[in-house]
T-cell receptor
Framework: KAGVTQTPRYLIKTRGQQVTLSCSPISGHRSVSWYQQTPGQGLQFLFEYFSETQRNKGNFPGRFSGRQFSNSRSEMNVSTLELGDSALYLC????????????FGSGTQLSVL | GNSVTQMEGPVTLSEEAFLTINCTYTATGYPSLFWYVQYPGEGLQLLLKATKADDKGSNKGFEATYRKETTSFHLEKGSVQVSDSAVYFCALILNGNTGKLIFGQGTTLQVKP
């Protein structure tokens, strides 16, 4: 069974640009969550999607958005990039996102110059 | 608010030494508790979990017991190997808070031959 797949693996952007990251969950998983990992703030929850609906949201500005498609694949978009958005963005999937284990992808390393 | 506190690292041990990484939490309600491990350049892998008080999670020689009275979930291993070198994250998820893991800051473990 294939794991959680995130693309691209690395991304370099400049301030003010926008970026879209992609996540393909494990087959059969309907919940996809996104996290930002930085050395200073650690791992922080961005949002969770289930059946194409955002079901839970963290404390990030509106520049961070996402969506989920009918096949459960998810994308995350960051508009008007800032230097502080440089981070490893991790996607995690689970069957229904409840009190069960989440399976993580390897992440997309975003560098904003 | 809800939070997880881990002992600061790095923790440096010799091979076959006993490992303890302390984790305490603050949470409303009754969370499920997890330990995740992150190897260099990779995403997070679930190491073990416990969903209610006095549950013991175990995997690959690692163990942790959900202690409600002390709000703790300390990770232990009787004999560490060089291959255990990684960053370990303690995390919780609250009932109904789908897909949203709250992580500790992580503890780096280095095991020397």
């Amino acid at each position: 069974k294939a794991g959680v797949t995130q693309t691209p693996r690395y991304l370099i952007k400049t301030r003010g640009q926008q970026v879209t990251l992609s996540c393909s969950p494990i087959s059969g998983h309907r919940s996809v969550s996104w996290y930002q990992q930085t050395p200073g703030q650690g791992l922080q929850f961005l949002f969770e999607y289930f059946s194409e609906t955002q079901r839970n949201k963290g404390n990030f500005p509106g520049r961070f958005s996402g969506r989920q498609f009918s096949n459960s694949r998810s994308e995350m978009n960051v508009s008007t990039l800032e230097l502080g958005d440089s981070a490893l963005y991790l996607c995690a999937s689970s069957y229904d996102g409840a009190n069960e284990k989440l399976f993580f992808g390897s992440g997309t390393q975003l560098s904003v110059l | 608010g809800n939070s997880v506190t881990q002992m600061e690292g790095p923790v440096t041990l010799s091979e076959e030494a006993f490992l303890t990484i302390n984790c305490t939490y603050t949470a409303t309600g009754y969370p499920s508790l997890f330990w995740y491990v992150q190897y260099p350049g990779e995403g997070l892998q679930l190491l073990l979990k416990a969903t209610k008080a006095d549950d013991k999670g175990s995997n690959k020689g690692f163990e942790a017991t959900y202690r409600k009275e002390t709000t703790s979930f300390h990770l232990e291993k009787g004999s560490v190997q060089v291959s255990d070198s990684a960053v370990y994250f303690c995390a919780l998820i609250l009932n109904g808070n789908t897909g949203k893991l709250i992580f500790g800051q992580g503890t780096t473990l280095q095991v020397k031959p």
